[in-house]
T-cell receptor, first 113, second 112 residues
Framework: GDSVTQMEGPVTLSEEACLTI???????????LFWYVQYPGEGLQLLLK?????DKGSNKGFEATYRKETTSFHLEKGSVQVSDSAVYFC????????????FGGGTRLMVKP | GAVVSQHPSWVICKSGTSVKIECRSL??????MFWYRQFPKQSLMLMAT?????????EQGVEKDKFLINHASLTLSTLTVTSAHPEDSSFYIC????????FGPGTRLLVL
């Protein structure tokens, strides 16, 4: 079945440091890939997505590129802020938008001033 | 963008009681909604798929008699935790697709 693997946290960084959270997946066909963010005490919010190979999703300074050859969708940000502290989930879904999401285990990011 | 709401956001109940959680799509219709459970510091685990007009589809290991799902309309799905016990304490999140998946803010359940 489909699966998503992402690096375990927590990841602790100083403000303005570079961030990379690795995510790899296993799926049949051509899934869509997502990054969701969960701030403390809140529900999940879609951060960015990519629906086909070589697509780059971007939002709020975060980027991730759909790499089919390496089955990866690593999340990157050049300069993190304290407000980026949250849990980040990599996820995939089948081609049908109604399909369920398969989530990675989540990576907690803590940014210190 | 599309909005999904959940009610209540917090619930504390005594062991043995039943708790109903509502999930509503506020500005779009959803024939399918998904219910997830999240334990502290863990990922979301899909519990079931709620289908408007038909029975819910439960994931392996999820007791359908314990977690009753009713998709009453195209904008409302309810999850009822029957005879709740402390081990049912968790964060329950629903989602509905509208181009992409939109998540509700979650309902935190604490069973004493």
């Amino acid at each position: 079945g489909d699966s998503v693997t992402q690096m375990e946290g927590p990841v602790t960084l100083s403000e303005e440091a570079c961030l990379t959270i690795n995510c790899t997946y296993t799926a049949t066909g051509y899934p869509s890939l997502f990054w969701y963010v969960q701030y403390p005490g809140e529900g999940l919010q879609l951060l960015l997505k990519a629906t086909k190979a070589d697509d780059k999703g971007s939002n709020k300074g975060f980027e991730a590129t759909y790499r089919k050859e390496t089955t990866s969708f690593h999340l990157e940000k050049g300069s993190v802020q304290v407000s980026d502290s949250a849990v980040y989930f990599c996820a995939l879904s089948g081609n049908n938008a109604g399909n369920m999401l398969t989530f990675g285990g989540g990576t907690r990011l803590m940014v210190k001033p | 963008g599309a909005v999904v709401s959940q009610h209540p956001s917090w619930v504390i109940c005594k062991s043995g009681t039943s708790v109903k959680i509502e999930c509503r799509s506020l500005d779009f219709q959803a024939t399918t909604m998904f219910w997830y459970r999240q334990f502290p510091k863990q990922s979301l685990m899909l519990m079931a798929t709620s289908n408007e007009g038909s029975k819910a589809t439960y994931e392996q290991g999820v007791e359908k008699d314990k977690f009753l799902i009713n998709h009453a309309s195209l904008t409302l799905s309810t999850l009822t935790v029957t005879s709740a016990h402390p081990e049912d304490s968790s964060f329950y999140i629903c989602s509905a697709p509208f181009g992409t998946q939109y998540f509700g803010p979650g309902t935190r359940l604490l069973v004493l």
